[in-house]
């Protein structure tokens, strides 16, 4: 950002940090401690971390993948009018049924075996195949039982563009 962009956002914000350029986290990453460091049960919703640099759209897709983030990955949610990425960590979460977006799909960040129930395409011990996206399941009006034996997993809602 310029100089006068920093100072405007500076002029109105209610809290303002500034970092060096050089650092181990993403703004986001820094962001999100920031927030957790002063409010714990902060519920984030994310706009405008998909597009743009695909290094960074990835970093934010990752985001629990930074441990000091980890232990609030059931508070974080990016949404971009499309699509609302959420994350289910380590054993067993319910999803409840989203009618906003048509589809649901699963990214297991580890290969570990991964059982989807409740939707419409149902993955168990009987019909498991390792994929790194489980994309287009969708929901029958009824909760979404999604079990990870480890890691966490990337839940994503979209919906087609209208």
Same mark, same amino acid.
């Given at each position: 950002?310029?100089?006068?962009?920093?100072?405007?956002?500076?002029?109105?914000?209610? &809290?303002?940090?500034?970092?060096?350029?050089?650092?181990?986290?993403?703004?986001?990453?820094?962001?999100?401690?920031?927030?957790?460091?002063?409010?714990?049960?902060?519920?984030?919703?994310?706009?405008?971390?998909?597009?743009?640099?695909?290094?960074?759209?990835?970093?934010?897709?990752?985001?629990?993948?930074?441990?000091?983030?980890?232990?609030?990955?059931?508070?974080?949610?990016?949404?971009?009018?499309?699509?609302?990425?959420?994350?289910?960590?380590?054993?067993?979460?319910?999803?409840?049924?989203?009618?906003?977006?048509? &589809?649901?799909?699963?990214?297991?960040?580890?290969?570990?075996?991964?059982?989807?129930?409740?939707?419409?395409?149902?993955?168990?011990?009987?019909?498991?195949?390792?994929?790194?996206? &489980?994309?287009?399941?969708? &929901?029958?009006?009824?909760?979404?039982?999604?079990?990870?034996?480890?890691?966490?997993?990337?839940?994503?809602?979209?919906?087609?563009?209208?």
């Amino acid at each position: 950002m310029t100089e006068e962009e920093r100072q405007v956002i500076q002029k109105r914000a209610q &809290y303002f940090v500034q970092t060096r350029p050089e650092k181990d986290d993403t703004d986001l990453e820094l962001a999100l401690l920031t927030i957790f460091e002063q409010n714990p049960q902060a519920q984030i919703t994310i706009f405008g971390a998909l597009g743009g640099r695909i290094d960074h759209m990835l970093a934010n897709v990752f985001l629990p993948s930074n441990p000091k983030l980890a232990p609030y990955m059931r508070q974080i949610e990016i949404e971009d009018g499309q699509n609302l990425i959420a994350y289910c960590p380590e054993g067993t979460s319910q999803l409840e049924p989203r009618s906003d977006y048509d &589809y649901l799909a699963f990214m297991p960040v580890r290969d570990s075996q991964l059982t989807i129930l409740g939707a419409k395409y149902e993955l168990t011990g009987e019909n498991f195949f390792f994929k790194k996206v &489980y994309a287009s399941n969708e &929901y029958i009006d009824r909760e979404v039982s999604v079990t990870c034996p480890d890691g966490y997993v990337v839940v994503l809602h979209s919906k087609d563009r209208r």
